[in-house]
Nanobody, 127 residues
């Protein structure tokens, strides 16, 4: 049984940094892409970033380029999202997801491509 468990969310001030973790278990993920999505109150779920488990290739949404960094630690079976220079508009529930690799990493920006989801972790940025 695949489990994705996010942690690391919290309340921070604008300009601060935060690192989210996603502990993955239940299968091997070598043929999977791990993604982060977020959903603000009253809004749709948005793609943030993704990384291929095997090669570590990454893809970012334009609005986080230069501020957020995704990485994975194979030994710990954990995916990280380092968030710097946080803004009020980054406030959302952040979800970790795993999806079987598709041709073209950019195709993994669509949430329907993902098979497994975590429960989410709240990030609140005060202005």
């Amino acid at each position: 049984q695949v489990q994705l468990v996010e942690s690391g969310g919290g309340l921070v001030q604008a300009g601060d940094s935060l690192r989210l973790s996603c502990a993955a278990s239940g299968r091997t993920f070598n043929q999977y892409t791990m993604g982060w999505f977020r959903q603000a109150p009253g809004k749709e779920r948005d793609f943030v970033t993704a990384v291929t488990w095997y090669s570590g290739s990454t893809y970012y949404a334009d609005f986080v380029k230069g501020r957020f960094t995704i990485s994975r630690d194979k030994a710990k079976n954990t995916v990280y999202l380092q968030m710097n220079s946080l803004k009020f508009e980054d406030t959302a529930v952040y979800y970790c997801a795993a999806g079987y690799n598709r041709r073209g990493l950019n195709t993994m920006s669509v949430d329907s491509k993902y098979d497994y989801w975590g429960q989410g972790t709240q990030v609140t940025v005060s202005s």
